[in-house]
């Protein structure tokens, strides 16, 4: 039985923190996160299963939220 997840969407902050922690893991640390190009992290962020945000509706804003997430979820897992 495999349990249903919504989609995921630019405004989801945390969850996609989340699915960027799950993939990457401890590859990634605090000053690391800060330094990956925002193009980068959108192409990431695109990727991720469950993501069903479109390129033309990403900003700067949500991209430094979901650094900022990510960082918060890195922390918790040291």
Known sequence: MSTF????HWSDHEDVAMKLYEK????FGE???YRIRFTDL???VMQLPGFEGKKEDC?????????AQWV???RDNQ
């Open 42 to 44: 959108m192409e990431w």
């Open 59 to 67: 900003n700067e804003g949500h991209l430094e939220m979901i650094q």
């Open 72 to 74: 918060y979820e890195w």
């Open 5 to 8: 997840e919504p989609p995921i």
């Open 31 to 33: 000053a690391k996160i």
């Open 24 to 27: 990457f893991g401890d590859e």
